[in-house]
T-cell receptor, first 114, second 115 residues
Framework: SQQGEEDPQALSIQEGENATMNCSYK?????LQWYRQNSGRGLVHLIL?????REKHSGRLRVTLDTSKKSSSLLITASRAADTASYFC??????????????FGKGTKLSVIP | EPEVTQTPSHQVTQMGQEVILRCVPI?????FYWYRQILGQKVEFLVS????????KSEIFDDQFSVERPDGSNFTLKIRSTKLEDSAMYFC?????????????FGPGTRLLVL
C-alpha cells in the first residue's frame, strides 16, 4: 500500500491564485510534514502538523489535517512564480518509540505562471 | 542558519565500484538519516542512525549498504559494490532528539550515477 499520496500530480496556476494540494495516507500517524523541492535540488521543510492538530498556518501556507479521513491539504495563498516547485507530504508513523523516519508521497508538481 | 551539507554534489562511478557519500549534519542534532530518490520517483527512507548504531532500516538497505559516523561531525553512507539501479539522488537528514521536535533537516543531496 502507498503511504502519502498527493493529488493532483501536477498543477498549473496563474500568479496570485491560490494553490491547493492534497495528500492521503493509510496508517496512523504521529505527524505529517510538507516539504518543497525545487527541480533537482534538496528538500526544504515547510510545515509540520501533529495528529492532534486540525489546522496550522505559516505565512502564506495553510495546512489542514483530517485524521478520520487520513488526509491533509496544503494551501498556498497568493502564489508567486518562485513557488514553482514539487511539494511532498511525508508522514511519521504513530509508535511509542522509533526513529520517526519519513514516508514520502510522489509529490505535486506546481507551476506558477507569471 | 546551520544546515546539513553533503559531498560530493555529483558522483559518477562504474558498476561494481564502492562509493562513499558524506554528510555533515547540524551540530547539535543526534538523529541522522539517509534517503534516496530515484529520478522521477518518491523519496525513500534507507536508514536511521542514533547513538552510533542503526536505529531502523528499510528493505532497500541491504548488505551492500553501510553507515558510519567516523568522527564527531561526519556521517557516511557506503555502497560496497554499486549497481545500475543505485543511480539516484541520496539525501542526508538530521534532527534533534527532543520529543516534539521531529522536523528533519535535509542536505542538498548527492546525485549518484552508476554506469
Amino acid at each position: 500500500s502507498q503511504q502519502g499520496e498527493e493529488d493532483p500530480q501536477a498543477l498549473s496556476i496563474q500568479e496570485g491564485e491560490n494553490a491547493t494540494m492534497n495528500c492521503s495516507y493509510k496508517t496512523s500517524i504521529n505527524n505529517l510534514q510538507w516539504y518543497r523541492q525545487n527541480s533537482g535540488r534538496g528538500l526544504v521543510h515547510l510545515i509540520l502538523i501533529r495528529s492532534n492538530e486540525r489546522e496550522k498556518h505559516s505565512g502564506r501556507l495553510r495546512v489542514t489535517l483530517d485524521t478520520s479521513k487520513k488526509s491533509s491539504s496544503l494551501l498556498i495563498t497568493a502564489s508567486r512564480a518562485a513557488d514553482t516547485a514539487s511539494y511532498f507530504c511525508a508522514t511519521v508513523p504513530y509508535s511509542g518509540a522509533g526513529s520517526y523516519q519519513l514516508t514520502f508521497g510522489k509529490g505535486t508538481k506546481l507551476s506558477v505562471i507569471p | 542558519e546551520p544546515e546539513v551539507t553533503q559531498t560530493p554534489s555529483h558522483q559518477v562511478t562504474q558498476m561494481g565500484q564502492e562509493v562513499i557519500l558524506r554528510c555533515v549534519p547540524i551540530s547539535n542534532h543526534l538523529y541522522f538519516y539517509w534517503y534516496r530518490q530515484i529520478l522521477g520517483q518518491k523519496v525513500e527512507f534507507l536508514v536511521s542512525f542514533y547513538n552510533n548504531e542503526i536505529s531502523e532500516k528499510s528493505e532497500i538497505f541491504d548488505d551492500q549498504f553501510s553507515v558510519e559516523r567516523p568522527d564527531g561531525s561526519n556521517f557516511t553512507l557506503k555502497i560496497r559494490s554499486t549497481k545500475l539501479e543505485d543511480s539516484a539522488m541520496y539525501f542526508c537528514a538530521s534532527r534533534v532528539l527532543t520529543s516534539g521536535q521531529e522536523t528533519q533537516y535535509f542536505g542538498p543531496g548527492t546525485r549518484l550515477l552508476v554506469l
